[in-house]
């Protein structure tokens, strides 16, 4: 299973995170044709103490137009649940985190591209906003570059799932 992670600073404005957490949801867990059910997002609320976690395997009634994903994402916010998508307190977080752990970096590393994807099954993928956070819960770390630093984190995302989608070993169905 391939997670990302990513880091935003809190709730105050919830109509204003509601669409980057929309954004992030559909730069990660989208296809053109369905939803990618072997990855998730997790995505930390620093000054909340929370993190949100979505499972593309189980996630239901997600639509990627913008009202309908946002009609979603408020009521997990609300109810602290929805299909495919729980919120948790952030203490929980080294429960949901594993495998081999790549940080995405804009300065350090080896710079991302097919010949350095592993392609293992499980894989935790921890985008610039959350390094700070998640640094100290992972075993193992490998910095990888991502370049130019013009792109937003979804963006980068996309690229991401790409890069790692061509890998012959890894886009092989179950």
Not at 134 to 147: M, Q, S, T
């Amino acid at each position: 299973m391939r997670t990302f992670v990513a880091a935003l600073k809190s709730l105050r404005d919830l109509e204003e995170e509601v669409v980057l957490i929309v954004e992030y949801i559909n730069s990660s867990l989208l296809l053109s044709h369905g939803i990618r059910r072997d990855t998730a997002l997790i995505i930390i609320f620093i000054n909340k103490n929370l993190f949100l976690k979505v499972s593309g395997g189980t996630l239901r009634q997600y639509r990627p137009d913008y009202n309908s994903a946002r009609g979603v994402v408020l009521k997990a916010l609300r109810r602290g649940r929805a299909p495919g998508i729980v919120v948790k307190p952030l203490n929980e977080l080294r429960r949901v985190l594993w495998g081999e752990a790549w940080l995405i970096s804009y300065a350090r590393g080896m710079m991302l591209g097919d010949e350095i994807v592993s392609c293992l099954e499980k894989k935790t993928i921890v985008m610039p906003s959350a390094i700070q956070l998640v640094k100290n819960l992972l075993k193992e770390v490998k910095y990888i570059r991502i370049e130019p630093p013009i792109y937003t984190e979804p963006q980068a995302i996309v690229i991401i799932n790409n890069i790692l989608d061509r890998c012959k070993k890894c886009s092989i169905k179950n």
